[in-house]
């Protein structure tokens, strides 16, 4: 079974374009959730969604935002990037979220110029 | 969730037990004890769970203790591929979220 998919791998962008990073879950999952990683701050969550719908949202600005499609692929945007925002972008999948095992992608590297 | 505390670091030869530490003294009886592990530039890999007994699966033991306010990860024989940050994790047993909240983690470092 294929894992946890992320696109792309790596990005570049400067200060204030916005960016769409892809995740696609393991066949089956239903639960995409979606975390920030900084040398600063650690692994941070970010949002999940479960059915295409949010059902939980960490402490970030509004500027981050996201989606989850019928098909459970799910994408985030950030709008207006900052210099902070440069980060590993990482995606996690469970059957239905909750008590179940989550199961990461390999991260979008973000960088911000 | 509750708050865990992990040691920043630790060594472990290669070939030896590995033994991670954690504390989570404001634990419910509704939460169960996660673990993780990062590998350099790697999404998180989930490693083991438990309630209140010692669990044990093909990568690791999990010791809790009877009052479940610390427990133990204990690697049996480490390889330098065990090479990892360790997160000890807190989890409300719920059915409608799938949130982790992760520490600052324990870097393990196997020496050969």
């Known amino acids: 079974k294929a894992g946890v998919t992320q696109t792309p791998r790596y990005l570049i962008k400067t200060r204030g374009q916005q960016v769409t990073l892809s995740c696609s879950p393991i066949?089956?999952?239903?639960?995409v959730s979606w975390y920030q990683q900084t040398p600063g701050q650690g692994l941070q969550f970010l949002f999940e969604?479960?059915?295409?719908?949010?059902?939980n949202k960490g402490n970030f600005p509004g500027r981050f935002s996201g989606r989850q499609f019928s098909n459970s692929r799910s994408e985030m945007n950030v709008s207006t990037l900052e210099l902070g925002d440069s980060a590993l972008y990482l995606c996690?999948?469970?059957?239905?979220?909750?008590?179940?095992?989550?199961?990461f992608g390999p991260g979008t590297r973000l960088t911000v110029l | 969730d509750a708050k865990t505390t992990q040691p920043t670091s630790m060594d472990c030869a290669e070939g030896r037990a590995a033994n991670l530490p954690c504390n989570h003294s404001?634990?419910?009886?509704?939460?169960?004890v996660y673990w993780y592990r990062q590998i350099h530039s790697q999404g998180p890999q989930y490693i083991i769970h438990?309630?209140?007994n010692n669990e044990t699966n093909e990568m690791a033991s999990l010791i809790i203790t009877e009052d479940r306010k610390s427990s133990t990860l204990i690697l049996p024989h480490a390889t330098l591929r065990d090479t990892a940050v360790y997160y000890c994790?807190?989890?409300?047993?719920?059915?409608?979220?799938?949130?982790?909240?992760f520490g600052q983690g324990t870097t393990l470092q196997v020496k050969p």
């Open positions: 996690a999948s469970s059957l239905e979220g909750g008590f179940g095992e989550q199961f």
């Open positions: 066949s089956g999952h239903r639960s």
């Open positions: 969604y479960f059915s295409e719908t949010q059902r």
């Open positions: 404001t634990i419910s009886g509704n939460e169960y």
């Open positions: 438990g309630l209140k």
């Open positions: 994790i807190v989890r409300v047993f719920s059915s409608n979220t799938g949130k982790l909240i």
